[in-house]
């Protein structure tokens, strides 16, 4: 895409590592610290005695004035919340003893307890009794297994005698994948904030202004679409080899180029130009002047009787013999391909192989694959006529080999890697990974793009795209065919062909004649 331009890029890159970074940092700080965690904290601790060392003055009226002992009397209201994230069960308790947790009041004595629960959570009032373990002896307040959900407390308003106010307070207890400490909070009552108000400014700030960058940066549509792009419609009839490249090259064209639409129709070289013969003719009689909008791709270039087609060189395609793994030869000579071809090599022993018949799994007529074979490797001999219709079984006896022919180089694929001795041919990429069958090298050069110049490998050619007559400059096929030798050369390259339209490509093209 057009917008994706390096500076882009680093703007987008930067505002989701932003955004990643704000969600992460309210992600870590909720969730990986405290996962289930009993909180506490001391909300009140004053003197209600007369004696003034255990806290500020104060003055005493009814039973608290007539009570005896009271004069060093503290109390201590202590909050007991779930401030993880997750929910804790009377089984994540982890201690031996019956109680769950203990509060030790340092220097002072227990003498009295209220425990109180918030409206609505008045259940958890069940779990506060003896039989639970809920009791208190000395400075040490035992307390029960208390299930809590995620942000559910209650509170211990404890009597307590013998000390000053102030006096160290501490909860302990053992939590399964979690932890007892101690927390705060900014108001009396308040759950612990997630973040200070100056985090939750700058989260929501930061989170704003990363959103802001990207929406702008990726929604504005400055940039004109490419040069190449037209609107309307558009059918590629033609090469099978040549398919996935148009395939692919369409889809990102219309891509590219709102208002297009582009049909892949291939069903071979051959039938390809003589459909775009046919159909520029009717639509010349129709329409009495212009041309239909088709365009056809040809393993190597029409025969003569097509005048009116125009052709444009767009890519060194390479082909390669396949050989069913059965027999293990790995390399052949054009003679010992003309000689398999003519039938005149009926078992692969005759040529160094195993004690296998020779199958020829070969394409119809209209391939431009096998118009390709004859007339770079068959040195412009045809193949022996074909004998069977299954590859199996030879219906001709009067042939010396099984040949069939099939329509597509998938099932060329497929015959040759399941039909032991059998041979066949396709485009390269087609036949690359592929089990039960392997490719094979001629005069000793491996079937390739990269060397093409240099080691001459014979069964190559270019592939021409064809339209009737020149099509107008702001046509879809002029404009699909400038983004195919443009834009589209990286397309060409990854399916294994070499652009016409590139200084290595244009010399390979170069040596070999032109359309006709």
């Known amino acids: 895409m057009d917008w994706l331009s390096a ?42 005695g ?40 009377d089984a994540d308790y982890s201690g031996r003893a019956l109680h769950g947790l203990t509060a030790v009041f340092t ?94 400014l700058l989260t929501v700030l930061l989170t704003l202004s990363v959103i802001t960058l990207a929406s702008i940066i990726v929604l504005r549509d400055t940039d004109p679409p490419p040069i190449e792009c037209a609107t309307g419609e558009l059918t590629v009839l033609g090469s099978t080899a040549f398919a996935p490249v148009a395939e692919e090259l369409a889809d990102k064209y219309e891509e590219d180029c709102p208002g297009s639409d582009i049909t892949v129709s291939a069903h071979g070289s051959a039938a390809g130009v003589r459909e775009l013969e046919d159909q520029g003719r009717k639509f010349g009689r129709a329409k009495g002047d212009g041309a239909p909008p088709l365009l056809a791709f040809s393993d190597g270039p029409k025969s003569d009787g097509f005048p009116r087609l125009a052709g444009t060189r767009v890519a060194v395609s390479v082909f390669a013999l396949v050989l069913n793994d059965r027999v293990p030869l790995q390399n052949l000579t054009l003679p010992q391909v003309r000689r398999l071809y003519r039938g005149d090599v009926r078992n692969w022993r005759e040529l160094g192989g195993p004690d296998l018949p020779v199958v020829l799994v070969s394409r119809g007529s209209s391939s431009g694959t096998r118009d390709t074979l004859q007339r770079r490797v068959l040195g412009g001999s045809f193949e022996i006529k074909a004998s069977s219709n299954d590859c199996m079984s030879k219906d001709d006896r009067s042939v010396p080999v099984t040949r069939c022919e099939l329509d597509s180089t998938d099932q060329v694929l497929d015959a040759v890697g399941r039909i032991p001795g059998a041979i066949g041919y396709s485009e390269l990429r087609a036949a690359s990974g592929l089990k039960g069958l392997h490719r094979l090298d001629l005069e000793g050069h491996a079937p390739s793009t990269d060397q093409l110049l240099k080691t001459g490998y014979p069964y190559r050619e270019i592939e021409y795209a064809y339209t009737y007559g020149l099509p107008p400059a702001d046509s879809l096929a002029a404009g699909f065919l400038a983004y195919a030798r443009g834009t589209g050369l990286d397309v060409i390259r990854t399916h294994g062909h070499l652009p016409c339209a590139t200084p290595e490509g244009l010399r390979v093209c170069g040596d070999d004649s032109g359309p006709g």
């Open 50 to 89: 007369d004696n003034i060392r255990t806290g500020g003055a104060n003055t005493r009226l009814g039973l608290f004035d007539e009570t005896p002992e009271m004069s060093d009397a503290t109390l201590v209201l202590l909050r007991v919340e779930n401030d993880g994230s997750q929910a804790v069960t």
């Open 7 to 48: 500076e882009n890029t680093i703007a987008v890159v930067t505002a989701a590592l932003g955004l990643v970074a704000t969600v992460g940092a309210l992600w870590y700080e909720r969730r990986v610290p405290r996962r289930k965690r009993i909180g506490y904290r001391v909300q009140l601790d004053t003197a209600i």
């Open 107 to 200: 220097g002072r004595t227990v003498r009295g307890l209220a425990v109180t629960a918030p409206s609505g959570d008045d259940h958890l009032m069940e779990h506060f009794t003896p039989g639970a373990g809920l009791r208190y002896e000395g400075s040490t307040l035992h307390i029960p297994r208390v299930p809590l959900n995620r942000g559910q407390h209650y509170k211990l308003l404890v009597l307590l005698t013998g000390g000053p106010v102030g006096g160290e307070v501490t909860l302990s207890g053992g939590i399964q994948a979690g932890e007892v400490r101690p927390n705060r909070s900014t108001t009396l009552d308040g759950k612990p904030p997630l973040l200070s108000r100056p985090a939750q």
